[in-house]
Structures are given as structure tokens and as C-alpha cells.
Nanobody, 122 residues
Framework: QVQLVESGGGLVQAGGSLRLSCAAS????????VGWFRQTPGKEREFVAA????????DYADSVKGRFTISRDNAKNTMHLQMNSLKPEDTAIYYC???????????????WGQGTQVTVSS
């Protein structure tokens, strides 16, 4: 049974930073592509960042490029999303995900965390 547990969300002022973490169990992170998505009420889950397991290639949504950084620590079976220069429009529930390949599309990911709330105040 694969489980993903996120942590690190919270309330921060605009311009601040947060670091989200996602700990995986039941599967080896090193052989999965990893992704971060976010969702606000009434909207579809939105791609944020992804990293391929074989190539290590990274994709970012245009809205977060230059501000967010995705990383993984295979030894600790954990991945992270460093979020800097946060804006009120970054407010959402953030989800980590595992899948067989790097993708910007959420149906391509098989396993999901429970989500962590990020709120950015203006």
C-alpha cells in the first residue's frame, strides 16, 4: 500500500516562503516520477511542478516558474516543494503525487497525498 503524507503547509504573508514535504511509504520514490498539484474550491486540480524519475527533468507551471523549486531525496524517500515569493493567488490545497512518468496531467499520477493547505495573505 503506497502512502504519501504531506507536511509544511500553513499561513504566510505575501512575499514569504514555505517548504512543503511529502514522505512516501510502500513504494520507492527513486523509481517514480513525482509531481505537485494544487486545487482551489470549484476549480480543477492544477499542475504546479513535476520531476521525472529516470531523467530528472523538471517541469514547472508558468505561474510558479522562478519562484518554486521541486526536489527529491531518494535516500529519505521524500520530495519537497520550496515556495518563495508567495502570492495570494498561490492559496490552495497542495497535493503531492507519484506516477510512472513525468506529466502535467493529474490523471497520469497513480498515488496522491491527502493535501496540505497553503494560505497566502495580502
Amino acid at each position: 500500500q503506497v502512502q504519501l503524507v504531506e507536511s509544511g503547509g500553513g499561513l504566510v504573508q505575501a512575499g514569504g516562503s514555505l517548504r512543503l514535504s511529502c514522505a512516501a511509504s510502500g513504494s520507492t520514490l527513486s523509481r517514480n516520477s513525482v509531481g505537485w498539484f494544487r486545487q482551489t474550491p470549484g476549480k480543477e486540480r492544477e499542475f504546479v511542478a513535476a520531476m521525472g524519475w529516470r531523467s530528472g527533468k523538471i517541469d514547472y507551471a508558468d505561474s510558479v516558474k522562478g519562484r518554486f523549486t521541486i526536489s527529491r531525496d531518494n535516500a529519505k524517500n521524500t520530495m519537497h516543494l520550496q515556495m518563495n515569493s508567495l502570492k495570494p493567488e498561490d492559496t490552495a490545497i497542495y497535493y503531492c503525487a507519484l506516477g510512472p512518468r513525468r506529466s502535467v496531467t493529474y490523471p497520469d499520477y497513480y498515488y496522491w497525498g491527502q493535501g496540505t493547505q497553503v494560505t497566502v495573505s495580502s
